[in-house]
Nanobody, 122 residues
Framework: QVQLVESGGGLVQAGGSLRLSCAAS????????MGWFRQAPGKEREFVAA????????VYAESVKGRFTISKDNAKNTVYLQMNSLNPEDTAVYYC???????????????WGRGTQVTVSS
């Protein structure tokens, strides 16, 4: 019923920027919040940022505040993650998800994309 497709990942140098996109299809998009999570090799999936259905409120992990910005375009059914001042610790597979009622808890997101790789070199 719901499909999420991430894009925009790649290899960048420390201090550089990337803009991730997540295109969503399905009826739940109009009713649900959306979030970004990331997972590095050998680590658990962790919360990065979330945005309300209307786009009126956002939540960020402490590690990315001031560097990352989440936004959305409801007309295009797309959510974005602008990532600035990247460092090697940001290297991970980044996933978008839809359906969160508790913004930072992955258990409340029933639908996930396949992920896009972000690699930051020193």
């Amino acid at each position: 019923q719901v499909q999420l497709v991430e894009s925009g990942g790649g290899l960048v140098q420390a201090g550089g920027s990337l803009r991730l996109s997540c295109a969503a299809s399905g009826r739940t998009f109009s009713n649900a919040a959306m979030g970004w999570f990331r997972q590095a090799p050998g680590k658990e999936r962790e919360f990065v940022a979330a945005i309300s259905q209307s786009g009126g409120s956002t939540v960020y992990a402490e590690s990315v505040k001031g560097r990352f910005t989440i936004s959305k375009d409801n007309a295009k059914n797309t959510v974005y993650l602008q990532m600035n001042s990247l460092n090697p610790e940001d290297t991970a597979v980044y996933y978008c998800a839809i359906g969160g009622v508790s913004p930072k808890n992955p258990a409340y997101y029933p639908y996930w994309g396949r992920g896009t790789q972000v690699t930051v070199s020193s």
